[in-house]
């Protein structure tokens, strides 16, 4: 099985107990997500650890090991068993290309064990975004709030098209990044004054504001306001990026954006590609560690 040549040498270890009160807000984007692992690696070894996270798709598997403090977790599930086909394949235990048992219960929950304690400890929020199907709207599921956070964050992770919807509690979902794709705005509107949002496509990426209609209506005829948000999804991301970029600029949040162009797919087999991006994460985030100490601690 293909695994990263840099496999062994990968951060590891536990980050500390110490909070600081503001909200991580992380993009998906399957396995460009790799991005975020290397500066929440980096962010965890440097002791910063805010207090509620919040993730879209891939963004929110990687935000539960952050939310647990675990150190080079997320980097070695994409590095290591990406091609094992219990978790990336069409024969999953699952309904879609992703082995979510795998991840959360079956051989690499039980090789490298989820630290439940933490995650679960009061103080520390975890919202993972997904998209109801039968309104087209963001549902905002929090751990302490929900039936099942790890079924939550398996419906973020469900891709359109590929995947079946995710039921529960009564409703049907799918990925998040249908209806919210940086859910920058949920964090203003709980209040926190520190924001840091971890960005997977470089400041200047816009999507093509085209649409594939009649894909939607062939795949989702029943869930009409769903289609909509496929049709508009484009658009709307780029008005959230436009909003970001404002935000940022005026030190009201603070954003890490990839500092080279992203060419992986969103499914990407390539190994030296995946760890080369992991770690443009990680340098990325190393290099901007006294400008995010400066804007954490700095008061209105």
């Not at 500066?39 to 440097?46: G, I």
């Not at 993730?55 to 598997?61: D, K, L, R, T």
């Not at 790890?150 to 249908?178: R, T």
Request: proline share 3%.
């Amino acid at each position: 099985m293909k695994t990263f040549f840099g496999i062994d040498d990968l951060p590891s270890g536990h980050a500390s107990n110490r909070l600081i009160h503001g909200c991580m807000v992380l993009e998906g984007g399957a396995f460009r997500a790799l991005y975020s692992e290397g500066v929440l690696d980096a962010l965890m070894q440097a002791d910063i650890n805010l207090d509620c996270t919040i993730g879209v798709s891939g963004g929110a598997m990687n935000g539960l090991s952050y939310t647990m403090g675990q150190i080079g977790r997320s980097a070695l599930l994409n590095l290591k068993y990406r091609h094992d086909p219990e978790y990336v394949g069409l024969h999953t235990q699952n309904t879609g290309i992703i082995g979510f048992d795998f991840v959360f219960k079956g051989r690499f929950a039980q090789e490298h064990p989820w630290d439940l304690d933490t995650f679960y400890q009061k103080e520390r929020r975890f919202v993972a975004v997904c998209t109801d199907l039968e309104t087209g709207k963001a549902t905002y599921f929090e751990k302490s709030r929900c039936d099942d956070i790890f079924k939550a964050v398996e419906a973020s992770a469900s891709m359109p098209y590929v995947s079946k919807p995710i039921k529960m509690q009564g409703g049907l979902y799918l990925d998040g990044g249908c209806s919210v794709k940086i859910p920058v705005q949920w964090a203003i509107d709980q209040g926190y004054e520190k924001i840091v949002v971890v960005r997977t496509r470089p400041r200047s990426y816009r999507k093509k504001e085209h649409t594939m209609h009649r894909i939607h209506r062939l795949f989702y005829k029943d869930y009409p306001a769903f289609q909509q948000q496929l049709d508009t999804s484009n658009r709307r991301y780029n008005e959230e990026c436009d909003r970001i970029d404002q935000l940022t600029d005026t030190h009201r949040i603070f954003t890490f954006y990839p500092s080279e162009p992203i060419t992986i797919s969103r499914l990407e087999s390539n190994m030296d590609k995946l760890g080369q991006l992991y770690y443009l994460g990680y340098e990325d985030a190393k290099g901007q560690l006294a400008q995010l100490k400066t804007y954490l601690e700095a008061t209105k």
